[in-house]
DNA sequence: GTCCTGACGAGTA
DNA sequence: GTACTCGCCAGGA
């Protein structure tokens, strides 16, 4: 049951969730768990405790930017890695949401 | 317990 | 379209 898992789990099962080639943003990971505050989303993956599990550069801003301070190389790195995995772009800055935005099935997390 | 910080979002100028 | 401000919640010291 994902309501008995503290914050920080569900954050992290749902990310580590998302499909490859797929992205999925702050806002719809926060809205998913509950939560009204997306920063706590971001934070949580700050110091998630593990990067190899956690897809991090495939979890981006609301209107498709990357974030800012991705631990694991920076915003470039992010950007290589989501190419590589057939995420296509608009621009150097965006990913293209409307053709890699994961939907998640939720509250399938359990 | 309190205070500060933080990978954001939405609204406004 | 970009820049700035405010609000929001949880974790760590």
Do not use: W
Request: some cysteine.
């Amino acid at each position: 049951m994902i309501r008995l898992m503290n914050r920080f789990e569900k954050i992290y099962a749902i990310v580590s969730s998302i499909p490859k080639s797929k992205v999925i943003t702050y806002k719809q990971v926060s809205d998913i768990i509950g939560i009204k505050n997306p920063r706590i989303v971001g934070f949580a993956l700050h110091k998630n405790k593990n990067p190899k599990k956690i897809p991090c550069h495939r979890v981006v801003h609301s209107d498709g930017t990357l974030a800012k301070g991705y631990a694991f190389g920076g915003p470039l790195k992010q950007k290589e890695k989501l190419k590589k995995e057939g995420v296509s772009f608009l621009n150097d800055k965006k990913v293209d949401l409307k053709n890699s935005f994961y939907s998640i099935l939720s509250k399938s997390i359990s």
